[in-house]
């Protein structure tokens, strides 16, 4: 135990490259932090060379929610201003029953990652990219939103403290979820007085229970996910809990996930619960255009640049599911899915398989995908961001 604790110290003192505020911060939590966590955490840490890590099951991780040390919040008043944020150990947070997230989801929330490289530094994959999509989904849902250094910094801090957390290469990723919600009380419908910007980590290995294998997915035509006008270009958190109705539907039936048709002539594809979806037909490779319902994904945005430095004809348009049924090869995108080959879509009463091979289309592009976010291919792009 005593070990545990120097190493702990050890650890929350390492950030020497984070600027003063952020060492205060750090020396504020530190005692605080360590006693709380000498209370909750009884797990012995283990030397790894020179790094730390918490004492994990690294090789069996999936993609559920184990907390990582700490968290980071920062909160906005009426003025309309987030000031300085700060760490503090992960826990539960208090909110008012008349929260304006509570009672009229007025919230948005994000997903990014920390990569491990070999050597053990870590990485974070174009962030400023999550802190632009927060700030338009902000503007859409009236809330105000942090900073892009603002949101970028407490990235990097989140990552930074719970560095421990982050898998070895090879094995996981640090899932970071930033979440920004109307925290004040408010009864009559309208914008919350105040907000709450958190961020908070957890490690993870594969999104789907299928692991790398290929995922099976069922065409909803009942439920539809957005509707022209509505907030599915953004992620907020109201476009999540009404999909777990076809969601769980087609979970028993044995299919890893939906894709959703548009809602008004239910025959173009958009995308899955939580991710993007691409067609491959020869050297094509199409995905649906965005237009305010689908989620306009970083990792979709990366692929198809990477698919076209590759010598493809990247197209975005709206895409039939008839196109779909006929394609070659199809995936899907994001950050927690990475690059993930579909083997079959059920469509009505048809069921087409697709190529999964090992030279795919989506292995060579989430190859070349991974080795940017992990440090093995060198970005010429600027998409990765050393942190320490
Ligand atoms: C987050 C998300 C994606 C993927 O976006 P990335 O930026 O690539 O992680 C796609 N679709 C939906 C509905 C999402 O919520």
Redesign the pocket.
Known sequence: MIKAISSLRKTLVLPLHLHIRTLQTFAKYNAQAASALREERKTPLYQNGDDEYVDLDWDNLGFGLTPADYMYVMKCSKVGEFTQGELSPYGNIQLSPSAGVLNYGQAIYE?TKAYRKENGKLLLFRPD??AL?MKLGAERMLMPSPSVDQFVNAIKQTALANKRWVPPSGKGTLYIRPLLMGSGPILGLGPAPEYTFIVYASPVGNYFKEGMAALNLYVEEEYV?AAPGGAGGV?SIT??APVLKALSRAKSQGFSDVLYLDSVKKKYLE??????VFVVKGRTISTPATNGT???????KSVMEIASDQGYQVVEKAVHVDEVMDADEVFC????VVVAPVGTITYQDKRVEYKTRDESVCQKLRSVLVGIQTGLIEDNKGWVTNIN
């Open positions: 997903g990219h999550n999509r996910r992620k476009n999540y995308e899955a619960s939580s991710c993007n689908i989620l306009e994904g970083i990792t979709r995108t994001g950050t927690a």
